[in-house]
């Protein structure tokens, strides 16, 4: 099982040009989020969703947008992207139970130049 | 608001026992999660603790104590493999987390 799968690995991009990073997992997990990790910071929340169809902020979502056509897939676009952008972006899933653990992608790292 | 606190940093030597400790405030509680992140890769769960007391797995375990708002992570036996940063995170009452900036364990032979 591949879990939960992230692309690219690592990009640097132009400031003002737009991006999608792609978050796809295979363990039918109805919530998905997500993250983005700064050095000396916690993970924090940019959007989220619940179940396929529905989407809401967290606490750092300007500049970002998402959607959740399906299950399976949790884009993130960066419609103009920003120096204060750059950072290390996980994906994570969850499907609640006892403990609704998250699990987590391995992470794209992105420059914004 | 809500807040996350733990160490920074810590050392310890291989083979002894570390205890690294976390603080939280949440708007509401709906557990305490304690995942293990190596440099360069995803951070892995651990444990999760949602009433008071101490779960044990293995070589780590995990506290709680809920009137305090407090939990830690004990690690036993450490190994060279278990350098890495620890980070704590609460479940608020929208079942979101909210994380720690970690704590980096660097263990000494």
């Known amino acids: 099982t591949a879990g939960i799968t992230q692309a690219p690995t690592s990009q640097i991009l132009a400031a003002g040009r737009s991006m999608t990073l792609r978050c796809t997992q295979d363990m039918r997990h109805n919530a998905m989020y997500w993250y983005r990790q700064d050095l000396g910071l916690g993970l924090r929340l940019i959007h989220y969703s619940n179940t396929a169809g529905t989407t809401g902020k967290g606490e750092v979502p300007d500049g970002y947008s998402v959607s959740r056509a399906n299950t399976d897939d949790f884009p993130l676009t960066l419609a103009s992207a920003v120096p204060s952008q750059t950072s290390v972006y996980f994906c994570a899933s969850s499907g609640g139970g006892t403990s609704n653990e998250q699990f987590f992608g391995p992470g794209t790292r992105l420059t914004v130049l | 608001g809500q807040n996350i606190d733990q160490p920074t940093e810590m050392t310890a030597t291989e083979g002894a026992i570390v205890q690294i400790n976390c603080t939280y405030q949440?708007?509401?509680?709906?557990?305490l999660f304690w995942y293990q992140q190596h440099a360069g890769e995803a951070p892995t769960f651990l444990s999760y603790?949602?009433l008071d007391g101490l779960e044990e797995k293995g070589r780590f375990s995990s506290f709680l104590s809920r009137s305090k708002g407090y939990s830690y992570l004990l690690l036993k036996e450490l190994q060279m493999k278990d350098s890495a940063s620890y980070l704590c995170a609460g479940m608020d009452s929208n079942y979101q987390l909210i994380w720690g900036a970690g704590t980096k364990l660097i263990i000494k032979p």
């Open positions: 603790n949602v």
């Open positions: 949440t708007s509401g509680f709906n557990g």
